[in-house]
């Protein structure tokens, strides 16, 4: 979304509150992949933890979580500092132009690549580098004015001009569902998102592999994965603070 304002003011969680709230939402992810005829070890748990400070990112590591998820890049990166090694570090949020040289290097992976300025950066600083930056797709698949993403029509143009830089790699397609009363209407916009793996996958372009689906909230985690997910980003269930 382009704006989500949530107020936090004890900014800890404990090991323990992370234990019993993952065990709850294994329950839930293991019953939604058995629904979907999946494998419980193709989805994985990315925590969100926006909501956290420094200091409650080690209490989530201790939890047995892995992969964690950040979306503004001054907030990310004293967290990053302090456990660079022990996570797997996914840019969750929108990336401005100018603060790709801060995330490229350090990130393992960018869900939000959404527009053709954001790509050349990425790519320009990566080759300076010597890297290959593994990039999520961002589709607008809902239409949404508030969020960001490409557009569905233009998603085919762009991934022909970006499967010609040599370090982008396309790892997956990441969007975001509506806010709803009844969950069960977020389906069709993490489908059309599937549908667009299948299409991309079907072009066989350079760099554009497109095998992973970042999609699904604490709100709508379930119905992502019935769909397809094998990222689901997990904020306020699994580590806001009480």
Request: glycine share 6%.
């Amino acid at each position: 979304m382009k704006g989500e304002s949530v107020e936090v003011t004890n900014r800890f969680v404990t090991q323990d509150e992370v234990k019993s709230r993952l065990a709850e939402l294994e329950e839930r992810i293991a019953a939604a992949c058995q629904r979907s005829n999946r494998k419980r070890e193709d989805v994985k748990i990315i925590a969100v933890t926006k909501y956290i400070d420094v200091p409650a990112i080690g209490e989530v590591l201790q939890a047995g979580l892995t992969h964690i998820g950040e979306n503004r890049v001054q907030d990310a990166l004293p967290k990053y500092e302090a456990y660079t090694d022990q996570a797997i570090w996914h840019f969750i949020g929108h990336l401005q132009t100018n603060k790709v040289k801060e995330v490229i290097g350090k990130f393992t992976y960018i869900h939000s690549l959404d527009r053709m300025s954001l790509a050349e950066e990425i790519n320009r600083r990566a080759q300076a580098m010597g890297l290959i930056v593994p990039c999520f797709l961002q589709i607008n698949i809902s239409g949404e004015e508030t969020k960001f993403g490409l557009d569905p029509n233009d998603v085919l143009a762009f991934v022909q001009e970006i499967s010609n830089m040599k370090h982008i790699s396309i790892k997956g397609l990441m969007t975001m569902a509506p806010i709803v009363d009844n969950v069960e209407d977020t389906r069709p916009v993490f489908r059309g998102l599937r549908q667009w793996q299948e299409r991309l996958q079907a072009l066989g372009l350079p760099n554009i592999t497109v095998e992973e689906l970042s999609m699904g909230m604490s709100g709508d985690f379930e119905i992502a994965i019935e769909e397809g997910a094998t990222f689901v980003r997990l904020g306020s269930v699994l580590v806001r603070p009480s």
